[in-house]
């Protein structure tokens, strides 16, 4: 696989970025929604077009084997903004809601308002937590939300200003409804607009800022403008596959966009971009998922089957990169696993923001000075409540996996259904050796039992509510 250069990281460089800078850096956390890991320029593919995500690698520090904390979105996009595993999060946030229940009048609602106040509360339990933005704030930080936000209104997660100004409730019920859940206005980021991110850099120059940067791409629809297809209209792919990358190079171009604004207000350099994925997808060249039904395949809108909404490491792997012009020397690190666990811990610990003693993440701020640390992870474990079917939206499940340097195990609890791969030989998936490793998958049970333990998670407990 081609990659950029590996180089060696200036540890002088670094720390002088970290301890001299004229102010604090702002902060741009560029998710993508849907993006596989092996679909960028950077990380091997010859096929898709990523000029704006290939030169932040090029000069950044990148780690590509990070992991997502989900192989879906509103899960793992919680821990972004608050730092907390899914099922931490969803354990606090139940004991708040099942308060709130009890001061209500729940027995007298109908069962369609039981419904409505649920989805309710439950995204404005948000408000609740010490979010990203409330901490960043302490620092004199102003932040500011677009694109993708499962949580009702931008408030929710203490931010300034945002485009998610919460739900349209009149549309409960609806197919219309699953777009507001999604972020509402917020989803028109790139796809319709850049001028409220525009907009916001320009009247806040002078101080630090926050932006929440999370499009709704390369998700489906699968619509890019012929701008961004004629790219692929005469390369050797699958018809969904140029879908897809077209929705690619869209994403790309709007981060490219982005940095350029910044940097023609002089900014650039006091600027930190932060890219990660929200979660896998798979759709590789020559796999077609496009059919002649005016039905659309599960496939077309989420991918293969080992990508979005499974446990294989293509449905939770994402590349990592930390970009800070001149003040960061560019790395690219293949060996350390690093989870979206420790993105709220690096940002905070950057800004000079105590980190909360209660974060499982890591701060890696040392890594991203080229100092190796003995706290380096050497496995993660994770967890869904949900597994792909021919049901668009997937079934509910109870899914483990554990992921060292060498393996990746998954389990489903319910069935005991699993796989076992080397990923140094086979980073598909495509050779199962559990059968021959019993060794190997009864200690990785042992460790998922442990960790369950760890968690305080007594039973299989849905993390999308």
């Given at each position: 696989?081609k990659?950029?250069?590996?180089?060696?990281?200036?540890?002088?460089?670094?720390l002088?970025?970290?301890?001299?800078?004229?102010?604090?850096?702002?902060?741009?956390?560029?998710?993508?929604?849907?993006?596989?890991?092996?679909?960028?320029?950077?990380?091997?593919?010859?096929?898709?077009?990523?000029?704006?995500?290939?030169?932040?690698?090029?000069?950044?520090?990148?780690?590509?084997?990070?992991?997502?904390?989900?192989?879906?979105?509103?899960?793992?996009?919680?821990?972004?903004?608050?730092?907390?595993?899914?099922?931490?999060?969803?354990?606090?946030?139940?004991?708040?809601v099942?308060?709130?229940?009890?001061?209500?009048?729940?027995?007298r609602?109908?069962?369609?308002?039981?419904?409505?106040?649920?989805?309710?509360?439950?995204?404005?339990?948000?408000?609740?937590?010490?979010?990203?933005?409330?901490l960043?704030?302490?620092?004199?930080?102003?932040?500011?939300?677009?694109?993708?936000?499962?949580?009702?209104?931008?408030?929710?997660?203490?931010?300034?200003?945002?485009?998610?100004?919460?739900?349209?409730?009149?549309?409960?019920?609806?197919?219309?409804?699953?777009?507001?859940?999604?972020?509402?206005?917020?989803?028109?980021?790139?796809?319709?607009?850049?001028?409220?991110?525009?907009?916001?850099?320009?009247?806040?120059?002078?101080?630090?800022?926050?932006?929440?940067?999370?499009?709704?791409?390369?998700?489906?629809?699968?619509?890019?403008?012929?701008?961004?297809?004629?790219y692929?209209?005469?390369?050797?792919?699958?018809?969904s596959?140029?879908?897809?990358?077209?929705?690619?190079?869209?994403?790309?171009?709007?981060?490219?966009?982005?940095?350029?604004?910044?940097e023609?207000?002089?900014?650039?350099?006091?600027?930190?971009?932060?890219?990660?994925?929200?979660n896998?997808?798979?759709?590789?060249?020559?796999?077609?998922?496009?059919?002649?039904?005016?039905?659309?395949?599960?496939?077309?809108?989420?991918?293969?089957?080992?990508?979005?909404g499974?446990?294989?490491?293509?449905?939770v792997?994402?590349?990592?990169?930390?970009?800070?012009?001149?003040?960061?020397?560019?790395?690219?690190?293949e060996?350390?696993?690093?989870?979206?666990?420790?993105?709220?811990?690096?940002?905070?610990?950057?800004?000079?923001?105590?980190?909360?003693?209660?974060?499982?993440?890591?701060s890696?701020?040392?890594?991203?000075?080229?100092?190796?640390?003995?706290s380096?992870?050497?496995?993660?474990?994770g967890?869904?409540?949900?597994?792909?079917?021919?049901?668009?939206?997937?079934?509910?499940?109870?899914?483990?996996?554990?992921?060292?340097?060498?393996?990746?195990?998954?389990?489903?609890?319910?069935?005991?259904?699993?796989?076992?791969?080397?990923?140094?030989?086979?980073?598909?998936?495509?050779?199962?050796?559990?059968?021959?490793?019993?060794?190997?998958?009864?200690?990785?049970?042992?460790?998922?039992?442990?960790?369950?333990?760890e968690?305080?998670?007594?039973?299989?407990?849905?993390?999308?509510?």
């Amino acid at each position: 696989m081609k990659r950029i250069p590996r180089l060696l990281c200036l540890t002088t460089l670094c720390l002088a970025a970290f301890g001299h800078a004229d102010r604090l850096p702002n902060i741009v956390l560029l998710i993508g929604d849907d993006h596989g890991y092996p679909y960028f320029g950077f990380m091997g593919d010859t096929n898709v077009v990523t000029p704006s995500m290939d030169a932040l690698a090029a000069g950044g520090v990148t780690f590509s084997a990070g992991h997502t904390t989900a192989p879906y979105c509103r899960p793992s996009l919680r821990t972004l903004i608050t730092g907390l595993h899914p099922i931490e999060y969803q354990l606090r946030l139940n004991e708040r809601v099942e308060a709130q229940r009890a001061g209500s009048d729940w027995e007298r609602m109908s069962p369609r308002d039981q419904a409505i106040w649920t989805t309710v509360h439950k995204a404005n339990g948000m408000a609740s937590f010490d979010t990203l933005p409330k901490l960043l704030a302490a620092k004199g930080y102003v932040s500011w939300q677009g694109g993708k936000w499962w949580e009702n209104s931008y408030r929710n997660g203490h931010f300034d200003e945002g485009m998610t100004e919460g739900w349209d409730m009149s549309l409960y019920g609806t197919d219309a409804f699953f777009h507001e859940l999604m972020g509402s206005a917020g989803n028109e980021l790139v796809r319709e607009t850049m001028e409220p991110a525009y907009d916001f850099i320009d009247r806040h120059a002078e101080r630090p800022m926050f932006l929440w940067f999370g499009p709704m791409l390369p998700h489906v629809p699968l619509d890019a403008p012929y701008r961004y297809r004629k790219y692929y209209a005469d390369m050797d792919l699958s018809e969904s596959a140029r879908m897809y990358y077209a929705n690619i190079t869209w994403w790309d171009e709007g981060v490219g966009n982005l940095m350029d604004h910044i940097e023609s207000r002089g900014l650039l350099e006091d600027t930190l971009f932060i890219y990660l994925s929200d979660n896998g997808y798979e759709q590789d060249a020559d796999v077609e998922y496009v059919t002649d039904s005016e039905v659309p395949s599960p496939e077309l809108a989420s991918g293969g089957w080992t990508g979005k909404g499974a446990l294989y490491d293509l449905s939770v792997r994402t590349p990592i990169v930390f970009y800070w012009k001149d003040r960061l020397a560019a790395s690219f690190n293949e060996t350390s696993l690093v989870s979206s666990l420790d993105i709220v811990p690096t940002i905070l610990d950057i800004a000079g923001v105590e980190v909360p003693q209660d974060l499982r993440g890591h701060s890696l701020k040392p890594l991203l000075e080229g100092q190796r640390t003995s706290s380096e992870r050497t496995e993660l474990i994770g967890y869904s409540d949900n597994r792909r079917s021919r049901v668009a939206m997937g079934e509910r499940a109870e899914g483990y996996y554990v992921r060292t340097h060498r393996w990746h195990f998954w389990w489903y609890a319910g069935t005991d259904d699993m796989r076992l791969y080397d990923v140094t030989v086979d980073p598909r998936g495509r050779r199962d050796l559990s059968a021959a490793r019993p060794d190997l998958v009864e200690g990785f049970k042992r460790r998922i039992e442990a960790w369950k333990a760890e968690m305080g998670m007594p039973e299989a407990i849905p993390i999308y509510e």
